[in-house]
T-cell receptor, first 115, second 112 residues
Framework: DGGITQSPKYLFRKEGQNVTLSCEQN?????MYWYRQDPGQGLRLIYY???????QKGDIAEGYSVSREKKESFPLTVTSAQKNPTAFYLC??????????????FGPGTRLTVL | AQSVAQPEDQVNVAEGNPLTVKCTYS??????LFWYVQYPNRGLQFLLK??????LVKGSYGFEAEFNKSQTSFHLKKPSALVSDSALYFC??????????FGKGTRLHILP
């Protein structure tokens, strides 16, 4: 999982609470991504950012928010508006440009459970 | 829109036998294709990618993938399976803005 850290590894939330998942990378990558993984559904993109202070919605952004104040950091907030937040959340990063050949590097993930 | 399909939810292979995990793709333009592996409760690890050139791509841990343009396929292969290869495998394709679209994954079981 080199170079990308996510914390915490496990997170429990009561209904109605907002929680923030941390993602930090020391790979000097410009782009960062948040995915949600549910059994049998693969990875679905929540938000992504290609540059500091800018980010774009992915396929399932509703109920989530992000910020990108520093190149190294891309925290994800799961708000109370997210109807079914229990899932495994993965953060990734990559370089930008270079013809689009760029693989993504993943963190170890955070498993969020709503009680 | 770009997409990949992994037609098998699960593949079982005896240890020592060759393995194949299937992937087909649908893209406009040149395909940039990837394979990743995920072990339980871990993030994804990059295995290999196809950009252009040789249709047989070699990657990590002895894996390789064969790009077939006429069949729009990018199957993952390994000549001799190990029990430690048991994991969840994802095929993926590059989308615009350097995004990657992932397939739903194929769970590989290597039987001792």
């Amino acid at each position: 999982d080199g170079g990308i850290t996510q914390s915490p590894k496990y997170l429990f939330r009561k209904e109605g609470q907002n929680v923030t998942l941390s993602c930090e990378q020391n790979l000097n990558h410009d782009a960062m991504y948040w995915y949600r993984q549910d059994p049998g559904q693969g990875l679905r993109l929540i938000y992504y950012s290609q540059i500091v202070n800018d980010f774009q919605k992915g396929d399932i952004a509703e109920g989530y928010s992000v910020s990108r104040e520093k190149k190294e950091s891309f925290p994800l907030t799961v708000t109370s508006a997210q109807k079914n937040p229990t899932a495994f959340y993965l953060c990734a990063s990559s370089i930008v440009g270079g013809g689009g050949y760029n693989e993504q590097f993943f963190g170890p993930g955070t498993r969020l459970t709503v009680l | 829109a770009q997409s990949v399909a992994q037609p098998e939810d699960q593949v079982n292979v005896a240890e020592g036998n060759p393995l194949t995990v299937k992937c087909t793709y649908s893209v406009s333009g040149n395909p940039y294709l990837f394979w990743y592996v995920q072990y339980p409760n871990r993030g994804l690890q990059f295995l290999l990618k196809y950009i252009t050139g040789d249709n047989l791509v070699k990657g990590s841990y002895g894996f390789e993938a064969e790009f077939n343009k006429s069949q729009t396929s990018f199957h993952l292969k390994k000549p001799s399976a190990l029990v430690s290869d048991s994991a969840l495998y994802f095929c993926a394709v590059r989308d615009r803005d350097d995004k990657i679209i992932f397939g739903k994954g194929t769970r590989l079981h290597i039987l001792p």
